[in-house]
């Protein structure tokens, strides 16, 4: 635990201007990110009497081991910069907000010369029209469903497109009049786009003028004895007002603002956020976040934008944005949020009326969520913190491991050979922080020297990341020269491996051999879930009932799970390889035109330079290269079916050259992860 007084800047050295500041803890990780009009004034109430700190911000500065800063001109650029930091290092005492659930939208992707109507969840495209967020996907598809028969626009993703377009068949919603049929040429790219664009005004509110010109046609069709087009007029209307009932009106001036509601106790705050369009609610979501220092309702309202507009920009940001209390000052806010539309953006307190009273609808939502939250984490905060007491007793540890890294090995009948690193930081999972390697200091199966490579080599770069002396540098940056975050820059207070004890001494003298002494070891074995700590004869055995064991199985269970995963995607890869895959230069799309125009392997193997010529995208050079390639690994004499006399023919890429009774999973898990190379 570090002296605030250790790293107080002299006086005089911190300038009094607008900035960004960034506190560091003693590995120089990025642990809080702060903006202020004065410099010199916001960080001097860091360094007063501990005592007079909120808890939480008194265990920051005192975690902390150094403080920098940036000047800018503005205060606008302070909050723009303070964002992009933020999203950056994910610093741990930062305010940061949980989004409850990853919230879909309807789109309309208008870059596409046919533009389809989808579900869409995470980032947002360019050249794109999304409406939402909605609560859920089935809401947008009960819309949807209701608005194609009016408005029949394609919703087939581009493989069932082009099969159709190939077949000359449409498919079953082109049959029933939910789609016009564009793959069949039923309707013109012109038209089909007109049609988008008139859903597109349609969801954006712009409904009256469409209804009135439906309902004279109606009439006008009745009036010439069209009997049947009258009726399916009516019925496209009744249609259209059903997918508007879906959306309840709540402001009569057809307004396009968005209602932010905190609601807060000492500890925590749940925002929840409606949309509203064309005065209807469009889409909910809420956020919770922990309360890492004393903080007002304006500053959380003003992470909250941060959060919801920081990489939104023209009609994705409102006219309005109402608020239950204005950021201190209010004017950065609201020059960034106009900069970001383009035009004027209206911040403010709703006091009376309609949207006042909305306001207060959704302040009961955000004291709902909150306390459905409490609700939820209260035992899980509390069994976390416990199963971390319970490893650093049983384990004799000087504190809780905060940080958690386990290490697994996983092969198949001793080919393919890696190992996984998974981390779990206050007992909870740290995806982005997974790592994988290959086993490439020996061959064969040997579990015990795979942990001591894997050990070896992830500390030793660790201590890469550090001076000789064992210090950090100052001023060191925590991300590579692209500005991924450096991979093994963290230390954690326990490694936990798979395995006995043969594996524990195995990672214990990896460690010795680089001289790290300050990080325990233990090993949790599968057969009577012991755990075992180095140059001990027996193990410690933990009660069946202790919530540390139960936290150390998982953590051994998502090390088993991403090794074994890693290990299948490459046997996977292995078996599905080419001759093709050696040819320098040569990348997926010529590879698969080549097989395309040849149709197999064996084929291209037997053509000449003129003949590889002939593909597209395939010069001379390259032709002469993929000739020798497959020169160099052809069969020496065709392979045989010892049971059957049968000649095997040669496989195609893409079909796998030999088989197993194991089943091969060739997903991967949905997370962020780097391998070490």
Known sequence: MADPSSYRPKPGEIPDSPGVYRFRDEHRRVIYVGKAKSLRQRLANYFQDLANLHPRTRTMVTTAASVEWTVVSTEVEALQLEYTWIKEFDPRFNVKYRDDKSYPYLAVTMNEEFPRVQVMRGQKRKGVRYFGPYSHAWAIRDTVDLLLRVFPVRTCSAGVFKNAARTGRPCLLGYIGKCSAPCVDRISPEDHRELAEEFCDFMAGRTGTYLRRLEKQMMEAAEEMEYERAARLRDDIEALKKAMEKNAVVLTDATDADLIAVAEDELEAAVQIFHVRGGRVRGQRGWVTDKVEEITTGALVEHALQQLYGDETGDSVPKEVLVPALPDPIEPVQDWLTGRRGSNVSLRIPQRGDKKALMETVQRNAQQALALHKTKRASDLTTRSRALEEIAEALDLDSAPLRIECYDISHLQGEDVVASMVVFEDGLQRKSEYRRFQIRGFAGQDDVRSMHEVITRRFRRYLAEKEKTGEWTEGEALT??????????????????????????????????????????????????????????????????????????????????????????????????????????????????????????????????????????????????????????????????????????????????????????????????????
């Not at 292995?574 to 097989?595: H, M, N």
């Not at 010069?619 to 497959?630: C, D």
């Open 480 to 677: 590579e020269d692209d500005g991924r975050p450096k991979r093994f820059a963290y230390p954690p207070q326990l490694v936990v491996v798979d395995g006995g004890q043969p594996q524990v001494a195995a990672a214990k003298r990896a460690l010795d051999e680089l001289g790290i002494d300050d990080i325990a070891v233990c090993g949790l074995a599968k057969r009577l879930e012991e755990v075992w700590l180095p140059d001990e004869e027996d193990p410690v055995v933990l009660p069946r009932t202790s919530e540390g064991l139960y936290l150390l199985q998982r953590v051994r269970d998502e090390a088993h799970r991403f090794a074994i995963t890693y290990q299948r995607s490459k046997r996977t890869k292995r078996l599905r390889s080419s001759p093709l895959d050696d040819v320098p230069g040569l990348g997926e799309t010529r590879k698969q035109a080549l097989i395309k125009h040849f149709g197999s392997v064996k084929r291209l193997r037997s053509a000449t330079v003129d003949q590889i010529q002939e593909v597209p995208g395939i010069g001379r050079k390259t032709a002469e290269t993929i000739a020798v390639a497959l020169a160099r690994a052809a069969p020496a004499a065709p392979a045989v079916n010892t049971a059957t006399g049968e000649i095997m023919e040669e496989e195609e890429p893409g079909t796998t050259a030999a088989s197993s009774g194991e089943p091969v999973s060739t997903g991967a898990p949905h997370e962020r992860r780097g391998q070490e190379t």
